[in-house]
């Protein structure tokens, strides 16, 4: 069994900063991509950055040059620094991994059960 479990979420004034980090647990033998979603109330879930086991990354225009993805594998961890924070970024920020449990089996897509992030004055 797998788990993606998230932190660093909560609340920030505008033009502040949060470090959100995700590690996965449980029955790993690889990780593919990792990458980061939010979803805003009345909202759909939207991607925010992406990044693939060899360190490519990608992110939404909305917030390239605020947002950095990076992941360590040696810890199953992938993070999103948030900076320079905006009322808009304001989501529940879920984290999502391609895993292959097993060596010979296939990859399956998980997610973390979410961490509020509120940029409120």
């Known amino acids: 069994q797998v788990q993606l479990e998230e932190s660093g979420g909560g609340l920030v004034q505008p033009g502040g900063s949060l470090r959100l980090s995700c590690a996965a647990s449980?029955?790993?033998?690889?990780?593919?991509?990792m990458g980061w979603y939010r979803q805003a109330p009345g909202k759909q879930r939207e991607l925010v950055a992406h990044?693939?086991?060899?360190?490519?990354?990608n992110y939404a225009a909305s917030v390239k040059g605020r947002f950095t993805i990076s992941r360590d594998n040696a810890k199953n961890t992938v993070y999103l620094q948030i900076d320079s924070l905006k009322p808009e970024d304001t989501a529940v920020y879920y984290c999502?991994?391609?895993?292959?449990?097993?060596?010979?089996?296939?990859?399956?897509?998980?997610w973390g059960q979410g961490t509020q992030v509120t940029v409120s004055s």
């Open positions: 990044v693939t086991s060899s360190g490519d990354t």
């Open positions: 449980g029955s790993i033998f690889s990780i593919n991509a």
């Open positions: 999502n991994a391609n895993i292959k449990p097993r060596q010979w089996g296939p990859v399956y897509g998980y």
